[in-house]
């Protein structure tokens, strides 16, 4: 019995020191994740009537709605005259393919890294945008603890 009580307390110490090994270890990627995710909705919200306006389908498929949204936001870059597809391209350090393919709509898939370096970009010529972001995520702040547990869970 002092044995299993003894290889209880030792797994219980072992489950803390991941749990905080993996708090220190991961939390900027854990805050990255949350943080793709709101502003994978707040871009849904801001473009939600050029999206709807620019397509007959009203369900859209989500890899649609994110080669649309993705598309939307190298417009948006290129409407300041700051980037061209070109700067774009050497900006994120990625390809000007893929650049132009996603501006073009023609791409559907565009993985996590590209997204987030364009979604930088973006706010970089737009930090109007940024603002409301972080006004929203202050009002997350502001809620009650279960608001991010809320946003969380949303579909």
Not at 8 to 31: A, H, W
Not at 78 to 86: D, F, K, P, S, V
Not at 101 to 124: D, K, M
């Amino acid at each position: 019995m002092k044995s299993a009580i003894n290889l209880f307390y030792q797994k219980r110490l072992t489950t803390k020191k991941s749990l905080l090994n993996f708090n220190v270890k991961n939390e900027r990627k854990i805050l990255k994740a949350f943080l793709l995710r709101r502003l994978h909705q707040l871009f849904f919200e801001l473009f939600q009537h050029k999206i709807q306006r620019n397509q007959n389908n009203f369900s859209m498929e989500c890899y649609a709605m994110d080669s649309k949204i993705i598309q939307l936001l190298i417009q948006g870059i290129i409407e300041t005259g700051e980037y061209t597809l070109e700067g774009i391209a050497f900006y994120t350090r990625i390809p000007f393919d893929v650049i132009y393919e996603a501006a073009s709509g023609i791409s559907h898939q565009f993985s996590i890294t590209p997204w987030a370096r364009v979604v930088n970009l973006y706010l970089q010529v737009k930090p109007e945008i940024e603002k409301v972001l972080i006004d929203r995520l202050l009002e997350i702040r502001e809620k009650n603890h279960t608001a991010v547990s809320s946003l969380l869970n949303e579909t």
